[in-house]
């Protein structure tokens, strides 16, 4: 695609992004992305939701109701918007995605972020084994379908969200915090990208308050367009589950003694978590995808291979600590199991 330049617009461009739609913003990461739009007083932001949802949604943006097996009323919901951000929940209808692309399409959309939010879309191998075949044939599908449709396409891949993981239990990052028991991948050294929902969301508010596009050739300044049908790699911190458990120990006031402290190596972990996944139990899927990330080859660590665009967004440097803490207060609540019934209940 050739370089275009806001000077060669036609007239009534404006070089901003100011309406945006988002499907699932009453969810875990949506609801983030919304709340840091709306905070930049620069955006209207529209809530996308399904006729009859009772979600709760960030207070201030639009609802407009819609019914996804009819193409016509997402037409509608969707016309005027300039972008849109698709955060589904594992459990949506697998051909949602694909609707709603083509509803987008015919309403004059510029801009799609895909259902993403997770893995290093670049490294194949490590999304058809952690998203299952299926999963990651089904984004590189949607980023097709919106180029062939003459749309373009931001990826966000930001890893695991750091505080659910570490709330969710023993499954995901291998921490069963209540009961103060943890199961190290390999020596648990291993560091990987990790982001926390609410950089997610200063994430997607910062590359929506650049320009569009460069003012001219001469233009230096970072614009979307810099992102156009690419990957945005942003993360909160590069750690490994050793310091994860240092810092749950900081928010706790233990130490190793205080805890039970097991090991299993990525790779049987990985097919193990696969095997129980076979059986219909959710559980295994979050022990393979979680320790096949944790593989010691590196292709959990993103930040090496491509470096971040943290800087240019203007993004902050977290406090980890806080951050554990937050998962420490989530854990202690009853986040994970609950978490996990209602995934359960909504599969069945």
Not at 144 to 153: F, L, R, T
Not at 229 to 254: C, E, P
Not at 277 to 301: C, E, L, Q, W
Request: charged share 20%; with cysteine; proline share 4%.
């Amino acid at each position: 695609m050739s370089i275009k330049y806001a000077k060669d617009q036609p007239a009534g461009f404006t070089n901003r992004i100011e309406n945006v739609a988002i499907i699932g913003a009453g969810g875990q990461v949506g609801k983030y992305i919304a709340e840091e739009l709306l905070k930049t007083g620069k955006h209207t932001v529209t809530a996308i939701t399904r006729i009859g949802s009772n979600s709760g949604l960030p207070a201030g943006v639009k609802v407009v109701q819609v019914d996804y097996d009819d193409e016509e009323t997402i037409v509608d919901g969707l016309k005027g918007q300039q972008f849109l951000f698709i955060s589904l929940a594992v459990t949506a209808p697998r051909d949602t995605q694909t609707k709603v692309i083509a509803a987008a399409a015919k309403a004059g959309v510029s801009w799609i972020m895909p259902n993403s939010y997770g893995g290093d879309f670049a490294n194949k191998q490590l999304l058809t084994d952690i998203m299952t075949a299926p999963g990651a044939q089904a984004s590189q599908a949607a980023v097709d379908a919106i180029e062939k449709a003459g749309m373009s396409w931001v990826y966000m891949s930001c890893s695991f969200w750091y505080e659910y993981s570490l709330a969710m239990g023993e499954p995901w990052y291998g921490f069963d915090i209540p009961n103060k028991k943890v199961t190290f991948y390999d020596d648990g050294k291993t560091r990987i990208n990790t982001s926390t929902w609410i950089q997610c969301g200063r994430a997607a508010a910062q590359l929506l308050s650049l320009k569009e596009l460069p003012d001219d050739e001469n233009d230096q300044s970072p614009t979307i367009s810099q992102w156009r049908n690419k990957i945005l790699y942003i993360s909160s911190f590069l750690v490994s589950q050793r310091d994860m458990l240092d810092s749950v120990h900081r928010a706790l006031g233990t130490t190793d003694s205080d805890w039970q402290i097991e090991y299993e190596p990525t790779d049987v972990r990985f097919k193990r978590g696969q095997e129980i996944f076979k059986t219909g139990n959710i559980i295994g899927f979050g022990m393979a995808m979680y320790s096949r990330v944790f593989y010691p080859n590196g292709d959990g660590n993103f930040e090496s291979k491509y470096g971040l665009a943290n800087k240019v967004l203007g993004l902050p440097e977290e406090d980890f600590d806080e951050a554990t803490k937050l998962a420490v207060e989530m854990a202690e609540a009853g986040f994970g199991p609950r978490r996990l019934q209602t995934i359960s209940a909504l599969r069945h």
